[in-house]
Nanobody, 122 residues
Framework: QVQLVQSGGGLVQSGGSLRLSCVSS????????MGWFRQAPGKEREFVAG????????YYGDSVKGRFTISRDNAKNTVYLQMNSLKPEDTAVYYC???????????????WGQGTQVTVSS
């Protein structure tokens, strides 16, 4: 069993930056592909970014390319999402997620974090 605990998030002005962290319990973190998703009120959960188990490959949703960066530190069982140039439309609850094998852009992940609110004011 894998547990994902998120931290970071909060309120920031448009153009600002935030970093989200997601720490995994267990000793098999390095074997999991990791993803970040977000869900705004009344909308479906949306793929934001993903990273392969070694960290050699990263993937981004079109709306965040060039502004967000996903990274991982397998020694710390942690995945990060650095969010720069934030816009009001980035406001959502953000979730980290883990799955074995490869990154996918659907919600077909095995484990999910508790979610953290990110609010960007204009």
């Amino acid at each position: 069993q894998v547990q994902l605990v998120q931290s970071g998030g909060g309120l920031v002005q448009s153009g600002g930056s935030l970093r989200l962290s997601c720490v995994s319990s267990g000793r098999t973190f390095s074997s999991y592909a990791m993803g970040w998703f977000r869900q705004a009120p009344g909308k479906e959960r949306e793929f934001v970014a993903g990273i392969s188990w070694r960290g050699g490959s990263t993937y981004y949703g079109d709306s965040v390319k060039g502004r967000f960066t996903i990274s991982r530190d397998n020694a710390k069982n942690t995945v990060y999402l650095q969010m720069n140039s934030l816009k009001p439309e980035d406001t959502a609850v953000y979730y980290c997620a883990a799955r074995q094998l490869v990154v996918v852009t659907t919600t077909r992940y095995d484990y999910w974090g508790q979610g953290t609110q990110v609010t960007v004011s204009s």
